[in-house]
């Protein structure tokens, strides 16, 4: 089964704007990672943030964690049409393999 | 790029068929997990290898099996196909002494089963 939730399911918007993704999980973590998937590809690893962080910036990415809430939010700045794809969270559990939740599907127009 | 290959790319099989699957990981990383990732949903861990032993399993049955050789690569094997096996596989090494948070994926095998 997913660890976790995306939310939500899919998205639409249009250049320029913002996208903001949610994630929630179950268990307890270590950190708290969002990865990128182009047409059903492999994974490109965006950003990782620890327990103890609760905000992370990377460029246009902002990353919070709510670690009370088992939850975090990935928001995307001034998106563009490249940034189509799907995203996903992905906690550790506190073991060595990754559990990914159901993604969210970011469809950006032109 | 994450340096990490996959083949094939794609493949179909039938029914009750075997099928193995390859991975090639970055020079020197001795860890390798497995994920299958069914349409629409996200990765699900299979399982990990690491100095060419099995280290962790996920809720998958036996005959899903792997190898990984003293070069670092790696096999998933799948026996007995059934329709449900229809999926992409993706592959992600890292280097040793470190956790989960610098896993590097390689771009998929998708496997059809008719």
Redesign the interface.
């Known amino acids: 089964?997913?660890q976790g939730e995306e939310d939500p399911q899919a998205l639409s918007i249009q250049e320029g704007e913002n996208a903001t993704m949610n994630c929630s999980y179950k268990t307890s973590i270590?950190?708290l990672?969002w990865?990128r998937q182009n047409s059903?590809?492999?994974?490109?690893?965006l950003i990782?943030i620890r327990s103890n962080e609760r905000e992370k910036h990377s460029g246009r990415l902002r990353v919070t964690l709510d670690t009370s809430k088992k939850s975090s939010s990935l928001l995307i700045t001034a998106s563009r049409a490249a940034d189509t794809a799907s995203y996903?969270c992905?906690t550790?559990g506190n073991?060595?393999?990754?559990?990914?939740?159901?993604?969210t599907r970011l469809q950006v127009f032109p | 790029e994450?340096g990490v290959t996959q083949s094939p790319t794609h493949l179909i099989k039938t029914r009750g068929q075997q099928v193995t699957l390859r991975c090639s990981s970055q020079s020197g990383h001795n860890t390798v997990?497995w994920?299958q990732?069914a349409?629409?949903?996200?990765?699900?861990?299979i399982f990990?290898y690491y100095r060419e032993e099995e280290?962790?399993r996920?809720?998958f049955p036996p005959r899903f099996s792997g190898l990984q050789f003293p070069n670092y690569s790696s096999e998933l094997n799948v026996n007995a196909l059934e329709l449900d096996d229809s999926a992409?596989y993706?592959c992600?090494s890292r280097p040793p002494g470190l956790?989960?948070?610098t896993?590097?994926?390689?771009?998929?095998t998708?496997l059809t089963v008719l």
Not at chain 2, 103 to 108: D, H, I, K, M
């Open positions: 089964s997913q270590n950190n990672q990865y059903g590809r492999g994974l490109v690893h990782l996903f992905a550790d073991t060595d393999k990754l559990i990914f939740g159901t993604g | 994450t997990s994920y990732q349409l629409g949903q996200g990765p699900q861990f990990q280290n962790g996920g809720n992409l993706l992600a956790s989960t948070d896993q590097y994926f390689g771009p998929g998708r």
